[in-house]
């Protein structure tokens, strides 16, 4: 269960990564909304770097080199298949029933024509992969976002986001792999899945480190705004867009200002 939950830590940190910079400061009003416990925060997400550069990038990396990429993209399809459940799960759960049916049929297919989720064979017949999760479910029932949150070891969340967890770890099929194969293939199964998904991230870990100033300030407001554009379908209302103008002008304005 742990194994999955890095799992799981990993996906949420590739979102987050591959959003925008973020601001260098918030005002203490803006900090106190979005992210009142920031100094625990900052905390775990200080643990969960020092245990990421220190123990998988370095394994990560030598994946990288050594495994050809066509084999990379099969293994990343296999695990991606494994997830699947919980997309179909938060699809219907959203009202998405016609959604629901396809990412049906995209599991269905992948699992058995694609070998396991081995190769993507849905996406050429017009079954498009999809992206949903608990949180986002919350999120179309109308449950407000709430602070911020930064689980240790499994990455950066919300009090909105976190109970999606679980639901996500429950719905990954690598879960219940146990209960029909031994410890001495699920395992390295496991290990396997935790390396390819901090494989994934390799190239997102350099550009947050190179281009944020603050890496804890860009996990978080990358985070935040990529899950609004994720519930909202890439279709925020002009409210959500109102609000990202107003982030980005407290952006500029810390960017202008010199470092302390």
């Known amino acids: 269960m742990v194994a999955n939950m890095r799992t799981s830590f990993l996906l949420l940190a590739c979102i987050s990564l591959f959003t925008g910079c973020a601001a260098l400061h918030k005002n203490d009003a803006s900090i106190d909304t ?4 920031e100094r625990a ?4 997400y200080n643990f969960t770097d020092k245990v990421d550069r220190a123990v998988l990038a370095p394994v990560a990396d030598a994946y990288i080199k050594h495994v050809p990429d066509p084999l990379q993209r099969s293994i990343g399809n296999f695990y991606d298949n494994l997830a ?8 219907f759960l959203q009202g998405k029933v016609r959604q629901g049916f396809q990412d049906t049929l995209r599991f269905a297919v992948n699992s058995t024509i ?3 989720g081995l190769f993507d064979m849905a996406g050429p017949m017009g079954l498009p992969q999809h992206d949903e999760d608990f949180g986002q479910t919350l999120g179309v029932w109308g449950v407000d976002t709430g602070s911020y949150l930064f689980v240790p070891l499994i990455g950066p969340s919300s009090y909105r986001d976190a109970p999606g967890i679980p639901v996500s770890v429950f719905s990954n099929l690598l879960f219940y792999a146990g209960t029909v194969a031994s410890s001495a293939v699920v395992a390295p199964i496991t290990v396997l899945s935790i390396i390819d998904r901090r494989a994934r991230l390799s190239g997102p870990m350099r550009i947050r ?6 890496p804890y300030l860009f996990v978080r407001e990358g985070f935040l705004q990529q899950r609004k554009h994720l519930i909202y379908d890439g279709d925020p209302p002009p409210e959500s867009l109102d609000e990202f ?6 952006q500029n304005e810390a960017a202008a200002e010199p470092l302390r």
């Open 34 to 37: 979005i992210d009142p416990n």
């Open 245 to 250: 103008a107003d982030e980005d002008s407290v």
């Open 209 to 214: 480190d190179q281009a944020a100033l603050d």
């Open 114 to 116: 694609g070998l396991g």
């Open 41 to 44: 925060n900052r905390q775990f």
């Open 84 to 91: 699947y459940p919980n997309v179909i799960l938060n699809a």
